[in-house]
């Protein structure tokens, strides 16, 4: 059964790589008449990719559905952080100000912004910059309450020199904000001096 689902929802991904309302209706028709938690997922996660109305219907009705299990609500979370749709970063933006969301939450916070920064390159590394300020920002936010995590997440700035002059510049001076932060835990301030080398 485990082997039928993973052929099915990699049939289910290339069916809708093109990301049209065809498309849409075809994840969203299993997100419907999914029984189990693994094609419910594959589903969202296929509309979360695509600009279309039943993504949104989607992403409300599984809200509601499981709105009382945080680890679910995790799943929720982390899909709309690896959207690659151009609102993407805004989403996760507003997400932070969602009443699940709070820096006291470690795994919700990994879910959305860690999710953010290792699994959505396309929006992380955009061209204006803004993936790179708000993940330092978050960064710097939660250094105040788990500087472990928070020093985890900004590891995402680590590899800076491997890109290309534009992003490296970009990332290099996000490093910098940080590191000449005042009050910064130990563990953030590490990590941000030694990424600076």
Known sequence: QAGQRALRNAALRLLTAEGDADAAALAYAQFESATNMT???AALGVLSGIDHDLRVKALAAFEARWSGNPLVMDKWMGVQASSTLPQALDEVKRLTAHPAFTLDNPNRFRAL???????NPLRFHARDGEGYRFVASQALA???TNPMVAARLFSAFESWRRFAPHLSRL????IQRVARTQGLSKNLFEIATRSLG
């Open 171 to 174: 990332m290099h001076g996000e």
């Open 113 to 119: 912004v860690s999710v953010f920064a290792s699994s």
């Open 142 to 144: 939660m250094d105040r």
């Open 39 to 41: 094609d419910s997922m």
